[in-house]
């Protein structure tokens, strides 16, 4: 890496829709800062490719068989604290509160926000940390 270059962002896509992985994988290919690092289609297997790949960002779906997002961001906040994640979902506003409580996230996003607005947030999150940053409340990203 060249000084001054920023490093590559590794990012972890989970979801139990298959369009919805290639889609992602599509939408994160198309950006130099980011590398894909994994594709996983539920909990279990993204706590192993987490466990493997060490990703900076994991968009992670949180209703999926196997194991759901929300008991998937425990165990892979356990393993890796650093790691970011963001819970893709389509909860509503309502269940935003309660996901609050339960899961360990650091952002949330609609699945119907832009693909470029999640974007963004990949590149924020998988940004290096300050101490500053640490504790905060996660983020709600959605369209109004």
């Not at 994991?58 to 819970?87: N, R, Y």
Request: with cysteine; hydrophobic share 40%.
């Amino acid at each position: 890496m060249l000084f001054g270059q920023r490093p590559l962002i590794r990012v972890l896509v989970v979801d139990d829709h298959e369009l919805t992985r290639f889609s992602l994988k599509l939408a994160l290919d198309c950006h130099q800062q980011i590398t894909l690092v994994g594709l996983a289609s539920n909990g279990q297997e993204a706590i192993e490719m987490a466990e493997h790949h060490r990703p900076d960002v994991i968009i992670l779906d949180l209703q999926m068989p196997v194991m759901d997002g929300i008991t998937a961001s425990t165990h892979i906040k356990a393993i890796e604290p650093k790691t970011q994640i963001i819970a893709y979902s389509s909860i509503d506003d309502c269940q935003i509160d309660v996901m609050n409580q339960t899961a360990r996230v650091d952002a949330f996003c609609k699945k119907d926000t832009p693909t470029q607005d999640l974007i963004k947030l990949v590149e924020q999150l998988g940004e290096p940390k300050h101490d500053c940053w640490e504790g905060a409340e996660p983020k709600v990203y959605s369209t109004l």
